[in-house]
């Protein structure tokens, strides 16, 4: 029995459990980023402190770990211009807080969090999957448009020096022209035969025995259902019908969402992986699949994607069906 929120699948998908950092829970509208809003609101804020290889300290409380965030008025009498307002989460005492993150140093050692003998952990990837569903999205938000801001400090349209508002949300150069975070969107396709075998793919740069399923950035033009026909012709000389849609999930490394499709290829279909891009692709029958994932993931020769990522979730719900 599923313990976790499912995401249902589309007309020719499956269900597959929420991704892991999906689960954001903070209020992220808009209108709390007017400035007397976020002015008066900031005595009770919160403030997340992360360097520039996405690390921030953690910590842990009651047996679970937790972003260590510190009061924001530690940082000034009101919002620093460079901070980004992650969104506002109720408090059972206190009622609304306002959570913030800006850039910063983060000390190595003692200020940050470690377990089973691996040294500060304290990356999305490294921790993402046990944080709360308020800690992973506030710390999903945090990577995305601090790095936007790190990458975007000149207008991308007259080449002038920008500045951040709208709570970070935007930049603004002295033209007036204003720029938005960039989200790059990106395929997601696990491919069956419409019985009880999916593909399993690897790339050249991956550990030895990492598979995973398909997956390639949409072009200028494209639907999302035209990338998932494209980037399977192109990777492994398939086509693919039956296209359907099964969750999302953000993925700021550094900046990409990818959104989870089903794909049915014939039965049979001969797999041909692309040159220089993918190193081999496997048909590898429904057993299997739970046998890996019984055996945390590793079997057969084969190891799974991590947890955080929506791959896995896919497979799990590909495997889960009778």
């Known amino acids: 029995m599923r313990t976790e929120p ?17 689960r954001a829970s903070a209020d992220r509208s808009e209108d709390l980023r007017d400035p007397a809003r976020t002015v008066a609101a900031w005595p009770q804020a919160r403030m997340i402190t992360m360097d520039e290889n996405g690390r921030t300290p953690i910590r ?15 940082f000034g009498d009101v919002p620093p211009a460079e901070a980004v307002l992650l969104g506002t989460v109720a408090d059972p005492e206190s009622g609304p ?19 089973a003998g691996q040294p500060d952990p304290s990356t999305l990837r490294e921790v ?54 960039r989200t790059d969107p990106a395929v997601i396709v696990l491919v069956h035969d419409g019985a009880d075998r999916m593909v399993l793919a690897r790339q050249p740069s991956w550990p030895p025995g990492r598979v995973s399923v398909l997956a390639g950035f949409t072009e200028a033009g ?26 999302s999930q953000p993925w700021p490394f550094p900046r990409s969402l990818m959104v989870g499709f089903a794909a049915r290829a014939e039965v049979g279909a001969a797999l041909n992986p692309r040159v220089d891009e993918i190193e081999a692709a496997h048909w590898v029958d429904r057993a299997t699949v739970r046998r890996m994932l019984a055996n945390g993931g590793s079997s057969d020769g084969f190891i799974l994607p991590p947890g955080i990522s929506i791959a896995r979730r896919m497979v799990e719900g590909w495997a889960a069906l009778d």
């Open 6 to 22: 499912v995401l249902a699948g589309g007309t020719h998908g499956f269900p597959i459990a929420m991704p892991v950092l999906s």
């Open 60 to 74: 842990e409380v009651d047996g679970r770990v937790a972003l260590d965030h510190r009061p924001a008025t530690d």
């Open 97 to 115: 807080v306002d959570y913030w993150a800006v850039a910063g140093e983060v000390s190595v050692g003692g200020e940050l969090w470690s377990f």
């Open 128 to 181: 993402g999957g046990l944080l709360s569903d308020t800690d992973a999205g506030l710390m999903t938000a945090a990577v995305a448009v601090l790095n936007w801001h790190r990458a975007g400090g000149f207008c991308p349209r007259c080449g002038e020096p920008s500045a951040p508002e709208t709570a970070g949300w935007s930049r603004i150069c002295s033209n007036g022209h204003q720029e938005f975070p």
């Open 222 to 247: 494209e639907s999302l259902e035209g990338t998932v026909t494209r980037e399977i012709g192109e990777e492994i000389g398939v086509t693919v019908t039956d296209i359907g849609y099964l969750g």
